[in-house]
């Protein structure tokens, strides 16, 4: 015979009550921590997502600065070979130079050929514009 064991005492029922009120709030707990945690996930990839695209602008602008950097020096590269070819052509015929700096001068690389009279590349950049530099050489021809 099979005997079945009800207890029908007020406390147990209680207790049961109790526990799966305890169940419902640790179960809300949990729900509103995961909505929570979602919530900052998703903040946190808007925040890495604008980030990226902050460090992708600020990429492009350092390339296009690069790029017109690079052709800044070419233009000045060229500028140099130019003033250096100018002054090579010039540095024989010029009266400002002693006969024997002349000399020295035609062997010299022309930016040196200043260093020995006193003057110096910077110092006739700063006293003459390039227009003046170009009618003072026209005039030693």
Sequence with gaps: MDE???DSSPTQSSDDSQESSENST???RRMKRREKN???AQRSRQKMTARADELHKEYENLEKENRSLVEEIKGLKENVAFWEKVCKEHES???LFPPDLKELGSLLHP??????TGFS???LSDLFS???LKNLIGECF
């Design 4 to 6: 079945t064991f009800v």
């Design 121 to 123: 590349q910077e110092l």
């Design 130 to 132: 390039s227009d003046d």
């Design 93 to 95: 015929k010029c009266f």
């Design 38 to 40: 979602r919530e900052a």
């Design 111 to 116: 930016a040196s050929i200043f260093s020995g």
């Design 26 to 28: 640790t179960g809300d």
